[in-house]
């Protein structure tokens, strides 16, 4: 059981910026992958961006520039660096961590959530 821990999330203008930070209690070097998915009021889960046990990145279009993922695995931490923020970038946002599973496959562990409200 991996237990994943967000924060810093808040209040931000238009075109300011926040730093989310994830802390996992499992290593973060066993996960096939980590990321941040975010959900706005009135939709669904979506993938903001990733990073792979190899540091391979992807990020949603509309956040390619502006958003950067990384990871401190000496930390067991995954941040998500937010620039240039939108409105349309309000949502929750969740930390995401797929680990390899006892028998075979993968399992999926999830954050809470941190809210992300751009608004003023």
């Known amino acids: 059981q991996v237990q994943l821990v967000e924060s810093g999330g808040g209040l931000v203008q238009p075109g300011g910026s926040l730093r989310l930070s994830c802390t996992a209690s499992g290593a973060i070097n066993n996960a096939y992958s980590m990321g941040w998915y975010r959900q706005a009021p009135g939709k669904a889960r979506e993938l903001v961006a990733t990073v792979t046990s190899t540091g391979t990145t992807n990020y949603k279009d509309s956040v390619k520039g502006r958003f950067a993922i990384s990871r401190d695995s000496a930390k067991n931490a995954v941040y998500l660096q937010m620039n240039n923020l939108k409105r349309e970038d309000t949502a929750v946002y969740y930390c995401?961590?797929?680990?390899?599973?006892?028998?075979?496959?993968?399992?999926?562990?999830w954050g809470r959530g941190t809210l992300v409200t751009v608004s003023g």
């Open positions: 995401n961590g797929n680990f390899p599973a006892v028998r075979g496959g993968s399992t999926d562990y």
